[in-house]
Every structure is written in C-alpha cells, then in structure tokens.
C-alpha cells in the first residue's frame, strides 16, 4: 500500500466517522509509509542507480521474481546493491530509522511475505553475483568455492561440475543460495551431512552495520547458529563452500504411471529397510508424489543420483524396474541431472506447504500415503487442485557427517536413528479456497503427527525449509535445547532485534514475521 492508498484511507475514515482505533491505526499506516518515503530516497541518494520505485522495469522484474504469485507484494522501493559495505551502510540506515525491510535471495518459497514485503524496502542479493575456486592452501584450510547470495545452485552446478568440483548444495535449479540457511538437503548429503555443514565461512552483513566473515575461527557461536537460523543474524551476501571431487554419476528422473504407485512405495520402503540401499552414501533420492483429489489418481516421481559412473547400479534397481510413463536414467554428469529440475521454477498461483518428520520403519511409507490420501479424500473431493507429499530420507550417516563437520542449531542425534522429512503441499488457483486448502494441510500434518505418535515413530523435528507459516521449528531444534543458545548469540550479534522486530520469516521469538 503507497503512500496515495493510505491517504485515500484517511480521508474516507475522516469522512465516513471511523472509530478512534482504526483512525489511529490508519495514522500509523500514513506515518510508516512517509518514513518509508524518506527512507527510499535517502538511500537513493546515497548509493545512486542502485533504487528502483514502482513504474521502473527493474521494480517490475525484481518484485515478480518469486516461485508464487502470492508473493508479488509492493515494496516502496527495491535496493540492489552490489557490494558488502554499502548494504552494511544501508542496513544501519533501516535500522536507526526503524523501517521495516524483506531480503529475496532465490524466492522458492510458497509462503507470501517470507522474502518481499508491502510497503517496506526489499533488498535483492541479485548483484551478488560472485562464483570462483579458491585453491588451498588458504585461511579457510581447505580448497573452497565463493558463491554469492544472488546465485542459483544450477549455476553453481554448471560452472564447477565442469571443472571436475561440487558442493553439497541444493537439488533444485532454479532454488536460491538461502536454502543453506535452512540446513539444505544434498544429492551428497549422505556422505557430507546438511549442505550447511560444508559452509567453510559466512560473509555476514550484520543489524549494527558490520560486515564480518563468520567461521569457526572468527566467531563460532555465530557461525553455529547461522546453520540452520535463518534470516535472524543478518544477512548472508557470500558462502564460501568446501568442494569436492566430482565425476561422472548414474541418474535421472523417471515419472511412473499411476496404477505402479503402489510398487514405488514397495521400492522404497525396501529402500529404506536393513540392507536395502539407503546405507549406500554414494546413493540419494528426492522422492515425490502427487493426487489429483478430482480424478482421485495419483502419480509418483523419482530422482536418484549414484555417484559413480556405474551403470543402472544395485541400489537403485528396484525403482529403476518398475514400468513408467517418462524414464530419463542413465550415466551423465551431476549438472545434467539437476538441469531436469529447471521446469520446478515455474510460478504457481497460489500454495502453501508444512513439514513434520517420521522415524524409519518396516510400514512408514504405506502409513504416510495412506494418510495423505484419506485426509484429502475427506476434505478435498472433487476439486481441481494440486496437492503432493514428499518424504525425504535422513541417514544416520547423514546426521553423523554433519556432526563430523563441526555441527549446526539443528543438532540432531546419530544415536536416534534415521528418519523421513515429510512435506505436504498443495497448489491452487482459486482464492477463495486459501481457507480450506490451509485447513487441509493443517489436517493432514496434524493426522501424520497423531499416528506416528501412536505407534511411536514420531519425529521431533520440522526441517525450516519446508515450514509451513503457522509453525515453529526452531523450537524443536536440539530436541528443545538450541533455541536459548540461538536467541543468546541473537542479542550478541543484533542488539537491537532489528532481524527480530523489521525483517519478515520466521523468527526465534515466536511465529513466522509476515
């Protein structure tokens, strides 16, 4: 809402005989959008050709630069500065002024509000832009990749692979760098943990206006909380990334007819069953299945990565056999496979996702079908809407490669075995239905938890990531025990909670900040 919006709001409570509170309410809204203003303008001429307004092409592109259309908000003013110390200037700027700001990173989020903003500034890390090979030796102690914020890991992907290098990053193309703020699950990551523990070093502009280069060495409380806390430190313009050898690898998509979704949950529960290829830390998969609540069918999707040029190798073969509609398997290069997942950019309508989080056992993914599928017949007969469930396998050797690494805020437990990051979502075109589908997730996360709560397979832990906006995963992180030590390191860092109290996601002190 700009500025001439809140003025007609004011003259039509001043002639209409609005109640005291909505007068005052609507003072606030007039005073906050005038600051905004001033606060646009000053940072116009402060860092000139780097503010772009509403009208401007560059407003029009980086305001629409989102997974979801929902997330098309008005910003007063978009800022894309390109270098470290001018957001550090900037940043102090909004925060002695108190304007309420957003940052956009990727915007591969359903959630509206968690990375843009209505009438505050939206910082975009578009113009950090960096990607090189550091080679050790170095300060860091290892050969490293600096990746800016603005990047996407198909880029990342398609300028190392090439060289012969990876990192443990995201999955996805067209995903930005700040899934790593989120612990990031990798196709690597049953050899090298969270793609956040593979962070060698922050550049991390801060709430005071400080620029540091946050690791082990330089601030280690600091550099613990930021994997896995969000935007609540500051804000993250370079991750520099351990590398890794990489060489050809067995992969690809297949998409299975609908009447063999049935033996894709029998594939992968032998999977995930003693000796049945989840040990296999070459071997990873991003499993996925979605119903149509209209035609009632639904229809499984598989990726897997073996990294090894090996190929159709055992550990896949049960998926890699069972009749499909699409199958694009075979031995290629890393990039080419994350290249499939380019289409995953496309903007939705309208969307929301939740996340809870199973233990392993001999009837998991029956159980969690099952229970999607009733809760969507009970609630969503008959309509045109998109609706899926992914339940992503963590290893132990996942959560012990992580702790090797140095460890995180999520601090999870080898010894409590391995378990399913379960996401539920849901697409739609409708409006009018946002009520009803949230209900529907809602439900259905809540059915999920109950039973595995029965049966004794419940999970305490919701992966950020996939958080929907009414739930808290910080408050689970350590079983319980991070979230004092997080907010510690929180008042150290941003004294004043200008992460806290300005900037939208989801916050240490409560629920998400729309």
């Known amino acids: 809402m700009h500025l001439s919006a809140v003025m007609h709001l004011a003259t039509h409570a001043l002639v209409f005989g609005a109640s005291f509170a909505a007068a005052a309410s609507i003072e606030s809204l007039l005073h906050r959008a005038n600051q905004t203003a001033v606060i646009c303008s000053t940072l116009a001429k402060t860092f000139p050709g780097q503010i772009e307004l509403p009208g401007s092409s560059n407003y029009t592109t980086e305001t629409s630069s989102y997974w979801s259309f929902r997330d098309y908000l008005h910003p007063y003013c978009v800022w894309a500065p390109t270098k470290s110390t001018d957001l550090a200037r900037g940043v102090k700027i909004l925060a002695d002024s108190n304007t309420h700001f957003a940052v956009r990173s990727g915007g591969h989020s359903p959630i509206a509000g968690t990375a843009n903003i209505d009438e505050g500034v939206l910082i975009v890390t578009t113009g950090f832009d960096v990607m090189k090979v ?53 196709y690597l990551g049953y050899k090298h943990g969270w793609a956040s523990d593979n962070v060698l070093n922050f550049e991390l502009v801060t709430g005071k206006g400080e620029v540091l280069q946050v690791n082990n060495k330089t601030y280690p409380d600091l550099f613990w909380a930021l994997k896995g806390g ?113 289409g995953y950019g496309g903007t939705i309508a309208r969307g929301n996702w939740f996340a809870t989080a199973i233990s392993f056992y001999n009837d998991t993914l029956n159980y969690q079908y099952k229970t999607f599928i009733s809760t969507a017949d009970a609630l969503l007969a008959g309509l045109n809407v998109t609706i899926g469930w992914t339940s992503e396998p963590v290893t132990t050797s996942f959560l012990e490669a992580s702790r090797q690494a140095g ?31 949230e209900d529907y997730l809602q439900t259905l996360i809540r059915n999920m938890d109950v039973g595995s709560k029965e049966s004794g397979h419940y999970y305490p832990f919701i992966w950020l990531n996939n958080a929907g906006d009414t739930q808290h995963p910080f408050e689970l992180y350590g079983y319980g025990k991070s979230l004092p030590r997080m907010k510690e390191v929180a008042r150290r860092y941003d004294p004043r909670g200008v992460f806290q109290r300005l900037v939208p996601g989801f916050k240490l002190d409560g629920p998400m900040l729309p």
């Open 230 to 342: 969000s935007n609540n430190y500051g804000i993250v313009t370079r991750y520099d990334m351990k590398t890794y050898p990489q060489g050809k690898v067995f992969g690809g998509t297949i998409v299975y007819k609908p009447e063999n979704t049935q033996d894709y949950l029998d594939a992968y529960q032998a999977w995930i069953n003693p000796g049945g290829g989840a040990e296999d830390n070459n071997a990873a998969i991003m499993p996925n299945v979605n119903y149509s609540p209209l035609t009632k069918q639904s229809v499984a999707t598989w990726v897997g990565i073996h990294n090894a040029p090996e190929n159709n190798p055992r550990t896949f073969e049960n998926f890699t056999k069972i009749p499909s509609t699409t199958s694009a398997v075979g031995v290629t290069t890393f990039d080419e496979i994350v290249n499939q997942s380019k």
């Open 407 to 437: 460890g995180d805020a999520m601090d999870l437990d080898p010894q409590r075995g391995s378990f399913h990051v379960v996401l539920c979502y849901a697409f739609w075109a409708d409006e009018n239905l946002d009520a009803r589908m």
């Open 134 to 186: 550091v080679p050790a030796p170095n300060p860091l102690g290892a050969q490293y990749f600096s990746m800016g914020a603005g990047k996407r890991w198909g880029q990342a992907y398609d300028f190392l692979v090439p060289q012969g290098l990876n990192i443990v990053g995201g999955r996805v193309w067209p995903v930005g760098s700040g899934a790593l703020l989120g612990g990031g699950i990798s």
